[in-house]
């Protein structure tokens, strides 16, 4: 059976996965911080090739065009199409969004259909295969929620701009979102306080301090450079209260950073519901958790009282690449939709 490698191109992460005879046997993700330069994807590309060395077709898609690294969107994706057929070949396709997967040809003439659509090709695959669903798919920077009802994907926005007025597209994510962009007020040993707004830490952060963070989904560095530690997140954390950790135990940090994620849980919650309103699926239809957050989308089905299932099982990964199959959502997509 021939095997189709599937790419998500982000602005932080590229997302590998290998499909064969409909299932997903193989997903990764590896560092990418594309606003640096081109060559970054490059050498992200080298650190896949072993695994892509087998593939015979080559499907991507991308988010990666609105890093700082490009002017504009269209340049964005003009080049990277460029960049990907450089190194893939030029019977690489690509995921054109509604359009389904187009050559580079058509890639270049609809940058519009390619730029940031990745997340039609998860929801595509999953109406596909389950019919009905709420996809919750929380990555690094950005969580998207998309209705999926009678077998088709039902977002009310395709483009960034669009999805971020309907509550589709929520920019909050499990690692690298400031922390002051999640809360601009919070509890600490029972008063409320204001929050410096100087970059001093992410969510990576509060979820290391909470204890909640999966190993091997932060994979960039920190806000001041230094490690990732429990003293050392720690101390970043404190900052933002305008504080040295030696100044409360332990245990304070722990329930202010509680406190923080609690308001980045209520958010996401106000945006699904956002979306469940505009969009009628069946009460009892799924959430289907992706993303490196997906245990946060597992919370998120019980506050709204639907079943849950994750998307590595939607995806029929295999046993050894079945979690990462549920964190790369995009790649598994158009390498699962590529492999027909």
Request: net charge negative; glycine share 10%.
């Amino acid at each position: 059976m021939a095997i189709t490698a599937g790419y998500d191109v982000g602005g932080a992460h590229l997302k590998v996965a290998l499909a064969e005879g409909g299932r997903t046997v193989a997903a990764v993700q590896i560092a990418c911080p594309l606003w640096q330069g081109l060559d970054r994807l490059d050498a992200a590309f080298a650190e896949a090739r072993p695994l892509i060395a087998r593939a015979e077709r080559h499907a991507a898609t991308m988010t990666g065009e609105l890093c700082e690294l490009f002017p504009d969107r269209t340049t964005g994706v003009l080049t990277l199409v460029d960049r990907l057929v450089t190194i893939l070949g030029a019977e690489a396709r690509f995921w054109l969004g509604p359009h389904g997967f187009g050559s580079a040809a058509e890639a270049r003439q609809n940058p519009a259909a390619v730029a940031s659509t990745n997340f039609l090709a998860s929801a595509e695959l999953i109406a596909r295969r389950l019919g009905d669903g709420l996809l919750i798919d929380m990555g690094s920077t950005t969580t998207d929620i998309i209705a999926i009802a009678a077998g088709h994907p039902c977002p009310r926005g395709l483009t960034d701009a669009e999805r971020l007025a309907t509550s589709e597209l929520v920019y909050t994510g499990l690692t690298r979102t400031d922390v002051r962009a999640v809360a601009h007020t919070a509890a600490f040993q029972g008063r409320e306080q204001r929050l410096a707004a100087g970059g001093f830490a992410t969510m990576a952060d509060v979820r290391r301090v909470l204890g909640e963070l999966p190993e091997g989904v932060d994979q960039h560095a920190t806000a001041d450079r230094r490690g990732t530690s429990l003293a050392e997140s720690l101390a970043r954390f404190a900052r933002c209260f305008g504080r040295d950790r030696a100044d409360a135990s332990d245990e304070d940090w722990r329930e202010a950073a509680r406190g923080i994620a609690e308001q980045q849980g209520v958010d996401m919650r106000a945006a699904c519901r956002d979306v469940l309103a505009a969009t009628r699926i069946a009460e009892r239809a799924p959430v289907i958790a992706a993303g490196i957050g997906s245990m946060l989308a597992e919370r998120l089905a019980a506050d709204l009282g639907r079943p849950c299932r994750p998307f590595g099982d939607i995806a029929n990964a295999t046993d050894d690449c079945r979690t990462w199959a549920t964190r790369c959502a995009p790649a598994v997509a158009v390498a699962l939709l590529g492999n027909r």
